[in-house]
């Protein structure tokens, strides 16, 4: 595909503000837009790559509250640690901005009425789930039931994550209150409504005409598209956390539709200030937009967007590369399990270069799901990054150095064998580039490393090592072509690999690259090589000791003393799914008024064992300090929930015994946390494992 436009702007689909970035994330959007980006400056375009954190609804509102903050303040912090995760991942916006500002309020505003002139927004009364135990309106995240089309339990009030189905709260199925699970009533209130249906037919002409859309996608929204399209409801009733209606006291506008919004008004921030233009961006049609996303939000942005898009006469997007779901060896990432790794958690661990590299390198053009082990992610690094493409580099510059004084070495006459590896040399950018500009960056990759192959076997099959004896031209010819090629891999590779790219440039005395040219000149000097890529290695991605457990949330529903010991209570727990007995050395600190009806953290496959005559089949957790002891608390979490240090993939043994439980130290933090090495412990709801207690208690 040749870009011809005089602008490209480029949007990742935005992070919400209610959780911290994790693995998937990277995979689905952030990384294959900035490989792109990266590439069209390479190129000198003038491509502008925007994004922003997505800051309201439900349960930021909730979650806010929780934590005794106003939602200004809440998703503050998370804004400003998305902006850090991205800048260490060498994620390379040239804006990050938020959508609850004024920029994104106008602009919403200016688009409802924008679409109320084309006569696309209508108001019609709508019935309305209210919970009367919360004395609230439910809006989508306060509501959970069964899809009504496709049967998946457990979705929130207006999509489903399995199918991808949007629907009307009052469609849901056995619909219950995600907070009391009471069940809620139906109220009837009038609701501002977008006139999808309108737009039916142009979206349909908008998505056969462009050649862009993957196939897959385009073939799963014109199936949406037969089946009919239903207007949408753009209205959420107070208390939300968003922005009112012109002229309405309490209501809002849905999330979705002042999130995608915030594309347009972060163009607005970052036109002012650049001393640009927004308009020439959203309104000239030479601009070329792409829209990078996940599966997960397909239906939003190839028909609820492209719509208010047309509505509002702003350029639709030229292509929407869409990604699937990262998957942790096989499974979902999930929190109960472990599996959701943060970005944090990996950067603590290896480079960024090396995970930009192994994601792009399994992930294809189209939504299938892309698999995550450390397993492969060390095979990849390793045969790749470290033998294939740092092999090849480091062997080139240590000859150059030992053998032509530090110099890129005078090149003579060329042979047949010589001007081919020069041609391909030549020719691997444009091989390159097409594909990135076609968004094939997992095919751009293998082209990249069979180069890297073709040069060791250049380098190879002419023993320059043998020639610099007694023909030292002839070595100084394939060493000028072989550091020729390793100027050119600096160069290709470093959409991908920036700052691998950028060290090997520093080492060439390579400055402002371009994308195809490089300066690479008889006599030029260059630095000592060091080794760009180190090798991963079995003990770095060893499992975790922490991974053997298996922490449970558990409600505690009786407390006797034992009869046998003075010091110890026999309790019975409710851990979900069944009732367990537990001994717990715990008579002497603690009340048994004060802990029947807790919840609290057992470790669920310890080893079964008889303690002065009654089993015990688990452990309960407490953090002692001396004399002080307390049981674990873990807020309004459900009896069953896991209890995880995200980033430790769970696998649990069975039968854990006492004494590898022993090697795993726990500690309580300054915060009243506890933490497992430097990483916070929490419920798969999300809740953070406390204690009250001074910081350094250990867990046991």
């Known amino acids: 595909m040749k870009i011809k436009s005089k602008r490209i702007l480029v949007t990742s689909a935005l992070p919400y503000a209610n959780g911290s970035l994790h693995m998937g994330h ?39 509250k929780k934590a005794g903050l ?148 385009k073939n799963y929204v014109l199936n949406w598209i037969k089946d009919g399209l239903k207007d949408w409801d753009i209205t959420r009733t107070g208390p939300y956390f968003g922005f009112l209606i012109p002229g309405e006291e309490n209501k809002y506008f849905y999330v979705w539709l002042d999130a995608p919004i915030g594309y347009v008004s972060s163009t607005v921030k970052w036109a002012k200030m650049n001393n640009g233009k927004w308009e020439d961006f959203w309104l000239d049609e030479s601009t070329d937009i792409y829209h990078f996303i996940g599966k997960d939000i397909v239906y939003f942005h190839f028909l609820f967007w492209p719509a208010l898009l047309m509505a509002a006469d702003f350029n639709l997007p030229l292509d929407i590369p869409t990604r699937g779901y990262l998957t942790v060896d096989k499974d979902k990432m999930s929190k109960s399990r472990g599996t959701f790794i943060l970005l944090r958690d990996y950067l603590n661990r290896f480079p960024c270069d090396y995970l930009r590299y192994f994601l792009t390198s399994v992930t294809a053009n189209n939504t299938t799901d892309t698999d995550f082990s450390y397993k492969e992610f060390q095979v990849k690094v390793n045969n790749d990054l470290s033998d294939t493409f740092g092999n090849f580099v480091h062997r080139t510059l240590t000859f150059v150095k030992n053998n032509f004084d530090s110099k890129v070495p005078v090149f003579g006459k060329l042979n047949k064998a010589d001007k081919v590896f020069d041609a391909k040399i030549d020719g691997l950018a444009k091989d390159v580039g097409g594909l990135i500009e076609d968004v094939e960056l997992k095919r751009a990759l293998e082209v990249i490393m069979e180069f890297s192959r073709e040069c060791n076997r250049y380098f190879n099959s002419n023993e320059p090592w043998k020639a610099v004896k007694n023909d030292k031209a002839r070595a100084g010819t394939v060493l000028y072509l072989s550091v020729k090629a390793v100027g050119m891999l600096s160069v290709v590779l470093e959409p991908f690999v920036p700052c691998i790219s950028k060290e090997l440039q520093g080492v060439l005395g390579i400055k402002n690259t371009q994308w195809g040219r490089i300066s690479v000149k008889s006599g030029m000097k260059i630095k000592s090589p060091k080794p760009l890529v180190v090798k991963v290695t079995d003990d770095d991605i060893a499992e975790d000791p922490f991974s053997a457990l298996d922490l449970r949330v558990a409600k505690i529903l009786s407390v006797k003393d034992h009869p046998d ?95 590898d439980f022993l090697k795993i130290e726990m500690t309580v933090n300054g915060k009243g946390e506890i933490a497992y090495k430097d990483t916070v412990l929490k419920t798969e709801s999300g809740k953070i494992v406390k204690a009250d207690i001074s910081s350094g208690a250990k867990i046991r």
């Open 26 to 64: 990277l995979c689905s959007t952030y990384l294959p837009a900035d490989i792109f980006v990266r590439y069209h400056r390479l190129k000198k375009n003038n491509v502008v790559y925007v994004c922003a954190t997505d800051e309201h609804g439900t349960p930021i509102e909730i979650n806010a």
């Open 70 to 217: 106003k939602p200004e303040e809440f998703v503050k912090r998370y804004r400003k640690e998305h902006a850090r995760d991205f800048k260490d991942m060498g994620v390379s916006f040239d804006i990050f901005y938020h959508t609850h500002s004024d920029e994104n309020r106008k602009m919403a505003c200016e688009f409802f009425k924008r679409a109320q002139e084309k006569g696309a927004i209508y108001t019609k009364e709508v019935e309305l789930m209210y919970c009367p135990e919360c004395a609230r309106y439910l809006p989508d995240r306060f509501l959970k039931g069964t899809c009504p089309k496709c049967g998946a339990e457990d979705q929130y009030g207006d999509s489903c994550e399995k199918c991808g189905a949007t629907y009307q709260t009052s469609e849901l199925l056995g619909a219950y209150c995600a907070v009391c699970h009471g069940k809620p009533e139906k109220r009837v209130q009038e609701h501002y409504f977008f006139r999808l249906v309108q737009y039916e037919k142009e979206l349909k002409k908008w998505l056969m005409g462009n050649k862009h859309i993957q196939k897959d996608v």
């Open 565 to 659: 010991a003075d010091k110890l209570y026999v309790m019975t727990i409710d851990i979900g799914d069944e009732k367990r007995q537990l001994v717990a050395g715990l008579r002497e600190h603690i009340k048994k008024e004060d802990l029947e009806g807790r919840n609290v953290v057992v470790v669920s496959n310890l080893e079964h064992a008889k303690i002065r005559g009654v089993e015990s089949q688990g452990m309960v957790l407490a953090a002692d300090k001396g004399e002080d002891v307390v049981v674990l608390d873990v807020g309004d979490s459900k009896p069953g929930e896991s209890v995880v240090a995200f980033g430790v993939a769970k696998k649990p043994a069975a039968g854990l015994k006492f004494n």
